[in-house]
């Protein structure tokens, strides 16, 4: 079966910093990898999503990298603020090309503290 | 624009009494919806999906099931819980393109006593 890993359970960084979270996958071949946002007691939120033939997507301060041979996804956030401090989440996407059912399979998480 | 609403916000239940929770969604059509157990300390588990009205998919055999009377109102039901039922149940909704991200309710809180 898939397994999916994001590199640490939690993460703390500086203000200003660029924080990175790593998610890693085996056994598994997803068109599409997508991250999300989550804060505690709340449903996750959507922040970027990137296929197969992609290397790297950028939104606002977000940019996140996916390497299908290293089967690995970088997620980064630069000039990192306080309000950033959540967990992120890493979702895989259907392996069937084409597929609309849109089964998202995810990994625990990383929870990301940054202090002023 | 859509909107998700799931209820209750938190419930607790004991051993062996039945469960509903209810998610609806607004604003879209044909979603697919989508029901998952967030346990402590571990991810998103997909319990069900669902495509259309009345058509529901497994993912993980368990003491839970799943309906869709309409086409934006999907339940989640247990004839009899168990210890093992209590977690963060999210439910989620989709447009039917492909590569499409997911969009989440706030959830209900369960615990079983």
């Known amino acids: 079966s898939q397994k999916i890993e994001q590199n640490s359970e939690a993460l703390n960084i500086q203000e200003g910093k660029t924080a990175t979270l790593t998610c890693n996958y085996t056994n598994y071949s997803p068109a599409y990898l997508q991250w999300y946002r989550q804060d505690p007691g709340r449903g996750p939120v959507f922040l970027l999503l990137i296929r197969e033939n992609e290397k790297e997507k950028r939104k606002e301060r977000l940019k996140v990298t996916f390497d299908t041979t290293l089967k690995q996804s970088l997620f980064h956030i630069t000039a990192s603020q306080p309000a950033d401090s959540a967990t992120y989440l890493c979702a895989l996407g259907d392996t069937v090309r084409g597929s609309t059912l849109g089964r998202l399979y995810f990994g625990r998480g990383t929870q990301l503290t940054v202090w002023p | ?113």
């Open chain 2, 1 to 113: 624009s859509q909107t998700i609403h799931q209820w209750p916000a938190t419930l607790v239940q004991p051993v062996g009494s039945p469960l509903s929770l209810e998610c609806t969604v607004e604003g879209t059509s044909n979603p697919n919806l989508y029901w998952y157990r967030q346990a402590a300390g571990r991810g998103l588990q997909l319990l069900f999906y669902s495509v259309g009205i009345g058509q529901i998919s497994s993912e993980v055999p368990q003491n839970l099931s799943a309906s869709r009377p309409q086409d934006r109102q999907f339940i989640l039901s247990s004839k009899k819980l168990l210890l093992s039922d209590s977690g963060f149940y999210l439910c989620a909704w989709r447009h039917r393109d492909r590569n499409q991200p997911q969009h989440f309710g706030d959830g209900t809180r369960l615990s079983i006593l």
